[in-house]
């Protein structure tokens, strides 16, 4: 079940990250790209914790 929730989350955390991009403010478009890699790093273990069946 880890798996999955991670995944919401990354997905969640991605999409947000990528709307802040869109921002005037340079601070808040680099809060976005971090944002965006923090997604996809939870993803990444979504994954990785669907493979050894939440293990880990």
């Known amino acids: ?16 990250g990528k709307m802040k991009q869109h921002s005037d403010d340079p601070e808040t478009r680099q809060e976005g790209a971090e944002q965006e890699v923090k997604g996809k790093a939870q993803q990444t273990m979504g994954k990785v914790k669907g493979a050894l069946g939440d293990d880990i």
């Open 1 to 16: 079940m880890g798996e999955l929730k991670d995944k919401i989350k990354g997905n969640i955390n991605e999409a947000a």
